[in-house]
């Protein structure tokens, strides 16, 4: 009962629109997971995890709740087991940005630091046969936990996809086609719900579902440098088969929370289109340039979202083709969780000259407009600039 109204308190996260006149019709929009309570994307997974376990009966009364996480899902289970009076534990790898720590602590959870990122899940489930706990194991469920059909029809805040959610709201606002959505895999759970999602509606729509047409969506994966998802990925393509013999990348990621160094279970390389592989400076370059020029201060992989969806419009363009549609990408979590990195001052200062020229790539696409995020409520077609963007633009309706 706790958990269907927590469930239910749920809101609907606001879509964002960001203008660059760079990229002529194209409508870049932006769904803003950060307004969640636990602050990240990771809400709806841990929503999806803790009902799932309730379900199939896993949980055991008086045991701990474990999770394998390099930080967002655990903050999120934290969040919600407090609510729930479940005790916590979060396994995460030995350099975890500390404020994703910290916020594990401050909602009762406590933190096990291990230095394999490799061996997350065997330490988490040592763990749970230890204390007589679950091991909720998000790289197992996370493909299959989760809501993936309801649509977003009649009472948004009730059993709402992530997919269906964006779809209701593009289709609200009379935006044009949905064309792409750019996902970073961590678990290659939200690639599993759009990709599902999307092809669900294919198949139900025979023929007839016309406007914001899912038949026509793509699923784009952005992988970091240091991860072999991107491999995978390639392999499938070439030969048809999932293979999990990839060699372990030589370098850590320091773009949390996508990418890994193994392949993981609920990872499906056939839910993508297309694949990209993202510079590590290029994802940070554009998470900074979000942040400064459109107010919206967000994590590392939002970055890579971005700076993905700025290559493959790139590529369009260069080849002649129409770049008209909306094109999507999720705000996964905020800057202030990487302390250490985006969210501090003394970092960006030191990665000026690194990230300059791929700062000045992104700039090319705004061509000195004054960009600016937008957020048009479900009941107006008029955008309206959010609250702390940078610049000023002058409001207009589009389309």
Same mark, same amino acid.
């Given at each position: 009962m706790k958990l269907a109204a927590l469930k239910a308190a749920t809101p609907v996260t606001p879509l964002l629109e960001l203008s660059l006149r760079g990229l002529g019709e194209a409508r870049i929009l932006i769904k803003d997971e950060r307004a969640h309570a636990s602050g990240s994307l990771k809400h709806r997974l841990a929503m999806s995890l803790f009902e799932q376990a309730l379900l199939k009966d896993w949980l055991t009364p008086g045991g701990p709740v474990i999770e394998a996480s390099s930080g967002s $899902?655990?903050?999120?289970?934290?969040? #919600?087991?407090?609510?729930?009076? #479940?005790?916590?534990?979060?396994?995460?790898?030995?350099?975890?940005?500390?404020?994703? %720590?910290?916020?594990? =602590?401050? !909602?009762?959870?406590?933190?096990?630091?291990?230095? +394999?990122?490799? =061996?997350?899940? %065997? *330490?988490? %489930?040592?763990?749970? +046969?230890?204390?007589?706990? *679950?091991?909720?194991?998000?790289?197992?469920?996370?493909? $299959?936990?989760? +809501?993936?059909?309801? +649509?977003?029809?009649?009472?948004?805040?009730?059993? $709402?996809? #992530?997919?269906? !959610?964006?779809?209701?709201?593009?289709?609200?606002?009379?935006?044009?086609?949905? %064309?792409?959505?750019?996902?970073?895999?961590?678990?290659?759970?939200?690639?599993?719900?759009?990709? =599902?999602? #999307?092809?669900?509606?294919r198949h139900l729509h025979q023929g007839s579902y016309l406007h914001h047409g899912s038949h026509r969506t793509r699923v784009i994966g952005v992988d970091p440098e240091h991860s072999v998802y991107h491999a995978c990925w390639q392999h499938h393509r070439a030969h048809g088969t999932r293979t999990t013999a990839l060699p372990v990348p030589q370098a850590t990621n320091p773009i949390e929370g996508i990418g890994r160094p193994c392949v993981l279970e609920a990872f499906d390389p056939a839910h993508f289109d297309d694949y990209r592989r993202i510079a590590d400076a290029r994802s940070q370059a554009a998470a900074l340039w979000l942040a400064e020029h459109a107010g919206l201060e967000v994590g590392p992989s939002t970055g890579t979202a971005f700076a993905g969806l700025l290559e493959s419009l790139a590529l369009r363009r260069a080849r002649g083709e129409s770049l008209a549609g909306s094109w999507l990408l999720l705000a996964c979590d905020h800057a202030e969780r990487y302390a250490t990195s985006l969210g501090d001052p003394a970092w960006r200062a030191a990665q000026q000259s690194r990230l300059a020229p791929q700062r000045a790539w992104i700039e090319a696409f705004a061509e000195r407009n004054d960009d600016a995020l937008y957020d048009t409520p479900p009941e107006t077609t008029t955008p309206r600039r959010v609250a702390g963007c940078r610049k000023a633009h002058p409001m207009r309706r589009r389309g």
């Open positions: $899902t655990a903050v999120s289970e934290a969040w #919600l087991a407090r609510r729930l009076g #479940l005790e916590f534990i979060a396994v995460v790898p030995r350099g975890t940005a500390f404020y994703k %720590q910290q916020a594990i =602590r401050g !909602e009762g959870g406590r933190v096990v630091e291990i230095e +394999d990122p490799a =061996r997350l899940c %065997q *330490h988490a %489930q040592a763990l749970a +046969d230890d204390s007589g706990g *679950h091991f909720i194991n998000q790289f197992r469920h996370a493909a $299959t936990a989760g +809501d993936w059909r309801s +649509d977003g029809a009649g009472d948004w805040a009730s059993d $709402t996809s #992530l997919p269906g !959610e964006c779809l209701a709201q593009i289709a609200a606002r009379e935006l044009p086609e949905l %064309q792409a959505v750019f996902l970073g895999a961590g678990t290659g759970g939200s690639a599993a719900s759009f990709a =599902r999602h #999307l092809r669900h509606k």
